[in-house]
C-alpha cells in the first residue's frame, strides 16, 4: 500500500514528495531513484527533514510508535486503518494530535470510492425509504504479508465503518462468528451490528475465497440497493424499475490523499477523523472478543 501512497504523491500538482522510508534498504533505495526523491531507512532522520504532512503506512502494530513520533515532529499525519492496534493506542494518538494541533486522518479509503459516496447521497436522499439492513461481502484468497493481525482488523473494518458512515449512527452491539484455519489469527468471520436497537449490519469477511469480492447491499422500505466496491457501480431496485445510478469512477486512494492535503493546507477537520477511526476499531475488537467468548457485545462496555 505504501507504495501506492509514494506513486499518488509524486504525480499530485502542488505537492513535493520530499522523501520515503522503509527498513528494506534496498527497496527504499530503488523507490527512491524511482521517484526522484530520497531514501532512509530511518523514519525518524525523514522527519526531521523539515516535512509538513506524513502518510503512515506500516504494520497495524507500529501505528501508535510512529504516528505519535510524527506528531511530535510537527507533522499533520495520515495514517492507514485501523488507526492503532488496541483502543488505549488510540486515545494516545488522538490525545497527542489533539495537543499538537496538527491533522489526524484515518485512511478508512472507501470512504472515498466514488460508488460509496453516490449510495450515501441516494440513501440520504430518501429515495430508498427507511433504511433496515445493511450487508458487506469482503472475501478474498489471504496476502501473507498480512502477519500481526486477522481478517476482522485487516479488512473487515472497512465495512464496519462503512456501514456505521452510511447510517449516520455508531455501533452499539456486535456479534460475530469467526475462526483461524490458515492463520495464528482470525481467517474468517460472521459480523453481526446493531444501531439504535433498529437498524442491523452484517459484514461477512474472509481469506479463504479464492477470487476478491467486495460488495454491499442497502435495503429500504421503498427500494434495495446494490454496490460493488471494484466496479464502482450502485444498482437501485425496487417495485417498478431497476435503475443503475451514474457515478464518476476514479481511484479512491488518490481521492482520499487530495482531501487530506486540502485538510493539511485548510487546516479543516479531517472525516474520517481519529475518533472515526477508534470507533471502527473499537467495533473491531469487540468483534473479535465476541468470537472468542461467544457472545454478544456491548461497544463500550
Known sequence: MGQNHVRIYSEMEGVELAGISDVDRQRVEAMAVQFNTKGFTDYKEMFAEGLDAVSVVVPTKLHKQVVLDALEAGLHVLVEKPIADTIENADLVIGAAKKSGKVLMVGHIERFNPAVIKLKDIMDSGILGKIVSISTRRVGPYNPRIRDVGVILDIGVHDIDIISYLYGEKINHVYAIAGADIHPFEDHASIILRMNHEFAGVVETNWLTPHKVRKLTAIGLNGVAYLDYIDQT????????????????????????????????????????????????????????????????????
Open 234 to 301: 450502485v444498482e437501485i431496485h425496487d417495485n417498478g424499475w431497476i435503475r443503475k445510478a451514474k457515478v464518476e469512477q476514479s481511484e479512491p486512494l488518490k481521492n482520499e490523499l487530495k482531501y487530506f492535503i486540502d485538510c493539511v493546507s485548510t487546516g479543516k477537520d479531517p472525516n474520517p477523523s481519529g475518533e472515526d477511526g477508534k470507533h471502527a476499531l473499537e467495533v473491531a475488537m469487540a468483534a473479535i472478543r465476541s468470537y472468542r467468548e461467544e457472545k454478544m457485545i456491548e461497544i463500550g462496555k
